[in-house]
């Protein structure tokens, strides 16, 4: 009966993170650029004296178990308008790249603008990378000069080319907060580049919430199977008593 709990036991931790899950895309369903997550659990045997799947959850097991794992939805979110010269949104595969003091990550949030310098960052100050890896200055001595961007990410101001946003495919992406990811780089995208407009979330919030009703019904029950093992383990251990 205790292989039986314990499997009661890891499918309610598993469908607790699956409710985390849900429930974090639920936070970020009007994120600029976030990429709903999914979460998947199955079950396997463990058996004995053999070497333990890392994913376990508790590896020193000896029974069926549940693991899980998450997974990025790359799905386009849906593309809206604004004008503004330096909202970007990505038509198609690849994210931006941005830095800070601390590193260098991946978005697809493409509401940028410059500081008083010119230089092009994000809502967080982090610098937009161009295709040589270094920060983007939009240059301020001549304010008429018009700002374009072009489908393949080179920015003018007037006639002048003054850099190009690095586009990049990314392997093993990684969802580190908000719309900032991390990842392996995989090459430059051939993406489209759309200036005045950005790419919403892609979460569905109704999609969102029945996925948070069905984990926490899911949790229910596995909560009630482990007390039905624990009733009858008790039982057990009573009329074992009884016996002489």
Known sequence: MYKGAYVALTGAILRSHEMDNVANNLSNVNTTGYKRSSFAANMYTIMQDIDKPASSVYP????MAYFGDFKIDQTQGTVKTTGNTFDLAISGEGYFVVQDNNGVYYTRNGVFTIDRNGVLMNESGQKVLNTAGTQIVIPREDPSAQISIGKDGSIYAGANL???????????????????????????????????????????????????????????????????????????????????
């Open 60 to 63: 020193d097991a000896r029974a």
């Open 162 to 244: 003054v850099g190009k946003v690095k586009v990049v495919k990314l392997s093993g992406v990684e969802h580190l907060g908000g719309s900032l990811y991390k990842g392996t780089e995989a090459g430059a995208s051939t993406a489209d580049i759309m200036q005045g407009t950005i790419e919403q979330s892609n979460v569905n919030g109704v999609r969102e919430m029945l996925g948070l009703i069905m984990a926490s019904r899911n949790i229910e029950s596995a909560i009630k199977m482990i007390k039905n093992f624990d009733d009858l383990s008790q039982k057990v251990v009573n009329e074992l008593g009884k016996v002489r």
